[in-house]
T-cell receptor, first 113, second 113 residues
Framework: GDSVTQMEGPVTLSEEAFLTINCTYT??????LFWYVQYPGEGLQLLLK?????DKGSNKGFEATYRKETTSFHLEKGSVQVSDSAVYFC????????????FGQGTELSVKP | DAGITQSPRHKVTETGTPVTLRCHQT?????MYWYRQDPGHGLRLIHY???????DKGEVSDGYSVSRSKTEDFLLTLESATSSQTSVYFC????????????FGAGTRLSVL
């Protein structure tokens, strides 16, 4: 079945460091790919998305490129801030399945001053 | 912010008792979802709805039922709560399945003792 695998956390970085969170997927159809972010005590918020191969999603300095050949959607940011500390979830959806989202297990990011 | 209200926000109950969680939306979105969040598992889909009285099972539906009698309300019921259902429950809504951007509520923390 469809699945998403993320790198395990927690990830601890110093402010202004470069961030990469790896995400790979398995899907039988043509999924859309998403990154969601969860700040402490809150629900998930969409961070960025890509709907087809080679699309690049970007938001708030974060980027991810939909790589069909490597079935990956890695999240990157050039310079993290303390306010980026959160849990990040990679997810996929296949529209012919009612738009259900399948999530990775989440990666906790902690950014130190 | 998307108009999604989950109630209650916190609940403690005893094994064997029935529990109903409510999700209310003001966005008139067609699709509604219930997920549970557990450490190491990310979010897993319990049930979803693609219209009034139209629902389907997700990957972890055993022990849960849902109802949707109005567009704005989606109820999740634990007929007889068990300790394994201790979790944080999130409701999400989506306007359409294609590209499927889901908007999440703030969550309900349920403890079954």
């Amino acid at each position: 079945g469809d699945s998403v695998t993320q790198m395990e956390g927690p990830v601890t970085l110093s402010e202004e460091a470069f961030l990469t969170i790896n995400c790979t997927y398995t899907a039988t159809g043509y999924p859309s790919l998403f990154w969601y972010v969860q700040y402490p005590g809150e629900g998930l918020q969409l961070l960025l998305k890509a709907t087809k191969a080679d699309d690049k999603g970007s938001n708030k300095g974060f980027e991810a490129t939909y790589r069909k050949e490597t079935t990956s959607f890695h999240l990157e940011k050039g310079s993290v801030q303390v306010s980026d500390s959160a849990v990040y979830f990679c997810a996929l959806s296949v529209s012919n399945q009612g738009g259900k989202l399948i999530f990775g297990q989440g990666t906790e990011l902690s950014v130190k001053p | 912010d998307a108009g999604i209200t989950q109630s209650p926000r916190h609940k403690v109950t005893e094994t064997g008792t029935p529990v109903t969680l409510r999700c209310h939306q003001t966005e008139n979105h067609r699709y509604m979802y219930w997920y549970r969040q557990d450490p190491g598992h990310g979010l897993r889909l319990i049930h979803y709805s693609y219209g009034v009285k139209d629902t389907d099972k997700g990957e972890v539906s055993d022990g849960y039922s849902v109802s949707r009698s109005k567009t704005e309300d989606f109820l999740l019921t634990l007929e007889s709560a068990t300790s394994s259902q201790t979790s944080v429950y999130f409701c999400a809504i989506s306007e359409r399945a294609a590209e499927n951007i889901q908007y999440f509520g703030a969550g309900t923390r349920l403890s079954v003792l």
